[in-house]
């Protein structure tokens, strides 16, 4: 079993930064893609960032990129999202998410794990 807990979230004005954690158990994490995804209110999911567990290669969405860097430690069992010149629209739940058996990285559907999510606000 597989449990994800993330960290991080908080206020932040425009333009600031903040860095999200997600602290993993099980055995399975250092051999497992991950993935942030977040949620706003009154709207869909939506893929923010992934990591592959063998070379490490990062996906972004196209809106975060150039702002946001996924990381990973896989000795700690951690996986990271550096967020910066945040944005009004990057207010949202975040969450993290584990891959047990591969498949595309931005789709949701493909995630075995998830975490509670940590909430991220942005103001203007």
């Known amino acids: 079993q597989v449990q994800l807990v993330e960290s991080g979230g908080g206020l932040v004005q425009a333009g600031g930064s903040l860095r999200l954690s997600c602290a993993a158990s099980?055995?399975?994490?250092?051999?497992?893609?991950m993935g942030w995804f977040r949620q706003a209110p009154g709207k869909e999911r939506e893929f923010v960032a992934a990591i592959t567990w063998s070379r490490g290669t990062t996906y972004y969405v196209d809106s975060v990129k150039g702002r946001f860097i996924i990381s990973r430690d896989n000795a700690a069992n951690m996986l990271y999202l550096h967020m910066k010149s945040l944005k009004p629209e990057d207010t949202a739940v975040y969450h993290c998410a584990l891959q047990a058996r591969g498949g595309s990285l931005s789709d949701g559907e493909s995630y075995n794990y998830w975490g509670q999510g940590t909430q991220v606000t942005v103001s203007s």
């Open positions: 099980g055995r399975t994490f250092s051999r497992s893609a």
